[in-house]
């Protein structure tokens, strides 16, 4: 059907409310709200007068649908079903068997016309009316391109206009709306430029409104024209006045920018709130209809849902507050529920797979190098140690995710499995992040190794030590920009199974590395590594045992929700004589004692990290506010002190070499771009200084502060913010009173919007958009139900679970085979 009598959406209301048994129950607000609404956009494209006059039979126009009994409105919706049948029929049999164009355009259009029944929510933007290819194109840059990407523009909050006054109950400084007649209106001069003055009335009283830099506002408001007035009351000289408030004309149709929950959209350039409003709302009334909804019935109702449509609809316009959080609950429950049956489909798709390689513990291996350790291991890392161990001897595939707060020693634990591997004659690969870390895991395995056994060869990228196992073991360094000579043969060497245990970064699983035997994969800091690259390094081996490794702290339903497909362990001790690291939130006034206190660290051996002021998200930009920053201390605060600058344009050599000179004491600061964020472990530092603190989040901060305290020394932790919003503030509270990660983990989604606590875009995982990951019970609800239907249908075959498998392949196409 044309897109302008949009009959498809009437009849699948229709058809809602003969399966409900005719009590009104199919759109939020009554079916009356529905269709006048409906009814006053097709007429507005409908010029046929027979077509007319049969909706004014029908009662389309204005129906009363509340007031009739019960089989009246059984007669009344049949009547209109069989009008709508016969319409589309008229419409199927073709433009020429039509006696008259249902909607009046040039005959030339007609091909248009036709390809319109086509449409799907899929379809792009531009088969709405209204949205032209440059308006496509601003939308793009929200990331929105079809239908269903403007169903799910969800707006970012709602202006609360809904409570009417009168004029004589308003109250300077609150947000107030009022229904007026206007008296006069003219365009006048504020400040230089052309605006509008307009006084309007009810029967308690009259109010000045003005509207700066809208001089035409002025001829659309007659006198006597009645308006809604929504926005902030301010006096002036002594009196009330509107000034730019939202408005809009009193009239049939519902209303949009006042008198009700606005939508508030986010905007980019070129794209006004006004026309977004409107268009979203036409969108809205024409297509949610159309969105299937996917979930069985039966699982709807247990758990209270609202339909989808009817979710989507209030998410942009509720009725009120209360069915506002219901819609949002009914989306969030959508996306924790696919994420979580992907996720368990991932485990089994995994687990079913080739069988993995059992490992044989060989003990005496073991016991050598945790003897030779310069420590012993905490009983947390035993148990984990255990863990791993237990997983590494099964058939199937270990694959598991290590939490440990920062400096918990997850790094020589990882060592001892990745010992096992070699022992076993398997290749081992160990994935950081960075550059950066990958090399001083590097040396770090380099200098545990070479207590146990002896070094034979050693160059950059490459060591071997004889001694440990029966062959000599050797370790690789792979990133990405080493010399290509160098990096071809080390790959051939890895080919050929001459390497035991690789170390790298994303660039180990990149297309032209091929492992011989690779059995045992870790992955350090998990969350910059997205679920795809995890399956592709899978890919990688003969099914490898993975090891996930964070110091992201999450609380384990998160945990067990986002990661289901694996399993948990926590290091939750850390090694002992570790201090808490003292933190400090200073006025800005205080950033003089601040470096006063680094100078005095400084002069007696101690290093600092001096973490740059956040610019913006984009690199060059950061790495130049860094240079900067690295003059500006080196040349005019600590002219006397060794500085070094890290940042992310530097070229991994540059990096490496920064950072071996502040580990080998050679600099005393190390100034940097937020990539010092996770694991690097400098002992001997003692303090972290965070420009722009409150810019960060909590669990950001918590890392940055985890590169101090990790030696015996008392070490400290200061944080600056220039003009902290009240969160910001918030966070600042947080941060300087509690030590522990998990904690502030806990707080940290309690003070977050939906989905930034992962930044689930880039991780791979579907989008969270409307789900906070504080919804702790809607997330325990979401998880168990998947576990339910994943039960009784785990490949989702069966016939009600179509919908289901097709959202699910939609959402998450590499997740598996859906249908
Ligand atoms: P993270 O868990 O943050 O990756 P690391 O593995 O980098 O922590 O360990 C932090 C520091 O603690 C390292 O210098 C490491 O040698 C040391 N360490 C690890 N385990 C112990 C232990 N049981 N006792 C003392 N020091 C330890
Ligand atoms: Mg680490």
């Known amino acids: 059907m044309?897109?302008?009598?949009?009959?498809?959406?009437?009849?699948?209301?229709?058809?809602?409310?003969?399966?409900?048994?005719?009590?009104?129950?199919?759109?939020?607000?009554?079916?009356?709200?529905?269709?006048?609404?409906?009814?006053?956009?097709?007429?507005?494209s409908v010029t046929d007068p027979q077509l007319l006059n049969r909706f004014h039979k029908l009662h389309l126009v204005n129906p009363n649908y509340a007031l009739l009994t019960k089989q009246q409105r059984k007669e009344w919706v049949k009547a209109v079903l069989d009008f709508l049948a016969e319409e589309e029929l008229r419409e199927a049999e073709g433009d020429k068997a039509?006696?008259?164009?249902?909607?009046?355009?040039?005959?030339?259009?007609?091909?248009?016309?036709?390809?319109?029944?086509?449409?799907?929510?899929?379809?792009?933007?531009?088969?709405?009316?209204?949205?032209?290819?440059?308006?496509?194109?601003?939308?793009?840059?929200?990331?929105?391109?079809?239908?269903?990407?403007?169903?799910?523009?969800?707006?970012?909050r709602h202006l609360d206009y809904s409570q009417r006054k009168s004029i004589s109950q308003l109250t300077e400084g609150e947000e107030e709306t009022i229904v007026a007649n206007v008296w006069q209106a003219q365009e006048i001069r504020l400040g230089g430029r052309r605006s509008t003055e307009a006084v309007v009335g009810d029967e308690t009283g009259n109010i000045r409104i003005v509207w700066f830099n809208n001089p035409?506002?002025?001829?659309?408001?007659?006198?006597?024209?009645?308006?809604v007035v929504s926005g902030r009351v301010s006096l002036f000289n002594g009196r009330y006045v509107f000034e730019s408030p939202e408005w809009e004309l009193v009239e049939d149709r519902e209303l949009i920018h006042t008198g009700r929950l606005v939508p508030l959209y986010p905007l980019t350039q070129g794209l006004r709130p006004r026309q977004v409003r409107k268009l979203m709302k036409g969108v809205i009334d024409q297509w949610a209809w159309q969105v299937e909804d996917f979930l069985p019935p039966e699982l709807k109702e247990r758990c209270n849902l609202l339909e989808l449509p009817q979710a989507i609809s209030q998410a942009h316009y509720p009725e009120d507050e209360a069915i506002k959080d219901r819609a949002r609950l009914r989306l969030a429950f959508d996306e924790l529920f696919l994420l979580q049956l992907g996720v368990l489909s991932k485990k089994r798709d995994w687990q079913e797979s080739q069988p993995g390689s059992p490992f044989s513990v060989k003990?005496?291996?073991?016991?050598?190098?945790?003897?030779?350790?310069?420590?012993?291991?905490?009983?947390?890392?035993?148990?984990?140690?255990?863990?791993?161990?237990?997983?590494?001897?099964?058939?199937?595939?270990?694959?598991?995710?290590?939490?440990?707060?920062?400096?918990?020693?997850?790094?020589?634990?990882?060592?001892?499995?990745?010992?096992?591997?070699?022992?076993?004659g398997y290749q081992g690969a160990f994935m950081a992040p960075t550059e950066i870390l990958a090399e001083q895991h590097f040396t770090t395995i380099g200098q545990l190794l070479s207590r146990v056994g002896h070094q034979e060869e050693g160059e950059g990228y490459l060591?071997?030590?004889?001694?440990?196992?029966?062959?000599?073991?050797?370790?690789?360094?792979?990133?990405?920009?080493?010399?290509?000579?160098?990096?071809?043969?080390?790959?051939?060497?890895?080919a050929n199974g001459e390497i035991d245990i690789i170390i790298g970064t994303h660039a180990l699983i990149q297309k032209d590395v091929e492992f011989n035997r690779l059995g045992l994969a870790v992955v350090d800091e998990q969350h910059r590594f997205g679920v795809t690259q995890r399956s592709a390094l899978r890919q990688k081996g003969f099914s490898p045992h993975v090891l996930v490794m964070t110091a992201t702290p999450i609380p384990r339903t998160l945990a067990l929700t986002l990661y289901g497909d694996l399993d948990l362990s926590v290091i939750d001790q850390l090694p002992p004589g570790r201090q808490a690291v003292k933190t400090k939130w200073l006025k800005p006034g205080q950033r003089d004692s601040a470096y006063a206190f680094i100078r005095r660290q400084a002069a007696s051996g101690r290093q600092v990290f001096i973490i740059c002021p956040l610019v913006e998200e984009s690199e060059v930009i950061q790495a130049r506010a860094a240079v900067a920053e690295y003059q500006r201390l080196s040349e005019g605060v600590f002219p006397e002190l060794r500085l070094g600058l890290l940042h992310g344009r530097?070229?991994?050599?540059?990096?490496?070499?920064?950072?071996?000179?502040?580990r080998s004491g050679e600099l005393d600061i190390l100034v940097s771009t937020p990539v010092v964020e996770v694991g690097i472990d400098v002992p001997n530092a003692t303090v972290m200084l965070i420009e722009s603190a409150d810019r960060f989040g909590l669990s950001?901060?918590?890392?940055?502060?985890?590169?101090?305290?990790?030696?015996?020394?008392?070490?400290?932790?200061?944080?600056?913010?220039?003009?902290?919003?009240?969160?910001?503030?918030?966070?600042?509270?947080?941060?300087?009173?509690?030590?522990?990660?998990?904690?502030?983990?806990?707080?940290?989604?309690?003070?977050?919007?939906?989905?930034?606590?992962?930044?689930?875009?880039?991780?791979?995982l579907p989008d969270l958009r409307m789900a906070k990951l504080s919804d702790i019970a809607l997330l325990e609800l979401a998880r168990s139900e998947a576990i339910k239907l994943f039960q009784v249908d785990p490949s989702l075959e069966k016939t009600e679970h179509q919908p289901l498998a097709k959202e699910l392949a939609r959402v998450w196409p590499e997740a598996g085979e859906w249908s």
């Open 363 to 424: 003990t005496s291996v073991l016991e050598t190098f945790l003897k030779s350790l310069p420590f012993e291991l905490t009983a947390a890392q035993q148990k984990v140690l255990k863990e791993l161990l237990d997983d590494l001897q099964k058939p199937q595939p270990m694959s598991r995710l290590l939490q440990g707060e920062v400096g918990s020693g997850k790094t020589v634990v990882a060592m001892a499995a990745l010992l096992m591997a070699a022992a076993n």
């Open 98 to 156: 039509k006696p008259t164009p249902l909607v009046s355009r040039p005959s030339s259009r007609s091909r248009v016309q036709r390809t319109v029944v086509n449409q799907s929510i899929d379809s792009p933007v531009t088969v709405i009316r209204g949205i032209s290819s440059s308006l496509a194109t601003k939308f793009s840059r929200l990331g929105v391109k079809t239908v269903r990407d403007l169903l799910y523009f969800f707006p970012h």
């Open 2 to 44: 044309t897109s302008s009598l949009n009959t498809e959406s009437l009849r699948k209301i229709l058809k809602l409310e003969h399966q409900k048994g005719y009590i009104d129950s199919a759109v939020f607000g009554g079916l009356d709200k529905f269709l006048r609404n409906w009814t006053g956009q097709a007429t507005g």
């Open 463 to 494: 060591c071997s030590y004889s001694g440990i196992l029966s062959h000599s073991l050797t370790v690789a360094l792979l990133i990405g920009d080493i010399n290509q000579v160098k990096k071809q043969e080390l790959q051939q060497r890895i």
């Open 700 to 764: 950001q901060l918590h890392q940055f502060r985890g590169r101090v305290g990790r030696g015996t020394e008392q070490s400290y932790c200061m944080l600056l913010a220039q003009n902290p919003s009240e969160i910001g503030r918030q966070r600042l509270d947080l941060i300087e009173k509690i030590q522990d990660g998990f904690q502030l983990a806990e707080e940290d989604l309690k003070l977050r919007g939906p989905g930034e606590f992962f930044g689930t875009r880039q991780s791979g």
């Open 650 to 662: 530097m070229s991994a050599a540059e990096k490496d070499k920064v950072m071996r000179r502040f």
């Open 216 to 227: 035409y506002l002025a001829k659309k408001l007659t006198t006597n024209t009645q308006i």
